[in-house]
């Protein structure tokens, strides 16, 4: 049974950043539902995919130095754990896993053409969504996939039973299905209610996939917890039937979710409550300041940062614009509350007093950039895992 236990209000689409300023914005209602049964948390009403995922779509995989590096990471390490022949990536984004295999071996699916467009000269590249019917006419006539890597995509995607069945049609006989997402302990831990959000149908624990996968022919046999993101874990996933013995580091995942009460529905209730305060603390943090007649602008024009704009009510009255390097980003306005992107060039510079971290999981690589910034009496402001100006 799904039982809802978080009210993010009115959100528009957080990938809708607007060239400008128009009156028939698409809202929905974003609710947040636990499922007693397997225990998947998801959003409770998902938007339609075509409207999501189109030819415009921002992210850019690509675009921090420490996700480059991840996924190159990963690549290898993957390599040389399964020396797959046979390889195929669900969401490809802009290519920064792939370019890391030989060109031969790569089948990519990424249904946002902008995105599909810049990897299917190299590659190639399905422009479509993953469902049964692309997978048969994918591996019909192919050799199935010895590795499906799919890295903050599967979350997205609302019909989870299609998804599993069309990865279990797809998979050869001791194929890998590896999928890397934001990890629910980590949420629920640092407070970061901004990972829900239209595209986040799911946030995934170890827990819920070992449940969902078994009732799909698959199993999940591996798991390890990674920084990527503020905090996610990568699963391995193989057939019923295939050689891989469950390990001992699953295992211990496992217990300590039930520890952090992920099987409970109190857990989400209580986590409900601290989104409450984390609402109220920003904006009286956010209220100060501008008493003091400070500048406040946001670092990084995430989805995230519109579920907290959009939750919080944060518009210009309190940021006068966002950096962001993703140069189709630049130039637009932020989703629901109008707020101006410019490049970090144009925007961060003396002027500013306060920055607040849209991209709070890029912490590491921001501060270490921006150096200067702090140097000069520039502060940072989070609200992961609570609301504080940073030290
Ligand atoms: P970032 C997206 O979410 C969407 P977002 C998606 N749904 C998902 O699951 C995750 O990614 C993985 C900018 N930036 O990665 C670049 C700077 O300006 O946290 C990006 O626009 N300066 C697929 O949007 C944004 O911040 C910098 O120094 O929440 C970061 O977005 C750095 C490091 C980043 O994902």
């Known amino acids: 049974m799904k039982k809802k236990f978080l009210n993010l209000g009115k959100q528009p689409l957080a990938n809708s950043f607007l060239s400008s300023i128009k009156k028939n914005e698409f809202f929905y209602n974003l609710s947040v539902s636990f499922d007693t049964e397997n ?5 409770t009403n998902p938007v339609n995919p075509k409207k999501q995922y189109t030819d415009k779509y921002a992210h850019r995989a690509s675009e921090s130095k420490t996700m480059r590096n991840a996924f190159k990471n990963t690549a290898n390490k993957l390599k040389k754990k399964f020396s797959p022949k046979l390889i195929m990536e669900i969401g490809s984004n802009d290519g920064v ?6 060109k031969k071996n790569i089948i990519a699916v990424e249904p946002c053409k902008n995105l599909a467009n810049l990897t ?3 590659f190639k590249t399905y422009p ?3 469902n049964k019917l692309l997978a048969k006419k994918i591996f019909n006539k192919n050799k199935k996939a010895d590795l499906i890597f799919s890295a903050n995509t599967i979350s997205h995607i609302p019909n989870i039973k299609e998804t599993l069945k069309a990865i279990e049609f797809s998979l050869s006989d001791n194929g890998v299905f590896v999928i890397e997402d934001p990890s629910l302990k980590s949420v629920i831990k640092t407070n970061s209610y901004d990972q829900f959000y239209d595209e986040h149908v799911y946030v995934f624990s170890a827990l819920a996939i070992s449940t969902i ?4 022919k698959l199993r999940l ?3 390890e917890e990674v920084e990527n993101h503020g905090g996610s874990i990568r699963y391995y996933i193989c057939k019923e039937e295939a050689k891989y013995k469950e390990t001992k580091k699953l295992i211990r995942i496992i217990k300590s979710e039930k520890k952090s009460g992920l099987d409970k529905y109190k857990t989400f209730l209580d986590f409900s409550k601290r989104v409450k305060k984390s609402k109220k603390d920003l904006i009286t943090l956010l209220d100060r300041l501008k008493k003091n007649n400070k500048k406040i602008i946001s670092y990084g024009a995430t989805y995230k940062s519109t579920t907290v704009f959009n939750y919080c009510n944060i518009g210009t009255k309190y940021f006068d614009y966002v950096t962001d390097t993703t140069l189709n980003k630049q130039g637009k306005f932020t989703p629901g509350k109008h707020i101006p992107i410019l490049s970090p060039k144009q925007g961060f510079n003396n002027s500013v007093d306060y920055a607040f971290l849209g991209a709070w999981n890029f912490k590491k690589e921001i501060i270490k950039k921006e150096k200067d910034f702090i140097k000069k009496g520039g502060k940072f402001i989070t609200h992961v895992p609570f609301v504080k100006i940073l030290k």
């Open 221 to 223: 046999f591996d798991a």
């Open 97 to 102: 896993f792939i370019k890391n295999f030989l």
């Open 213 to 216: 996968t078994k009732k799909f």
């Open 120 to 122: 299917k000269k190299k």
């Open 128 to 130: 479509n969504f993953w």
């Open 39 to 43: 225990f998947l948390v998801s959003v």
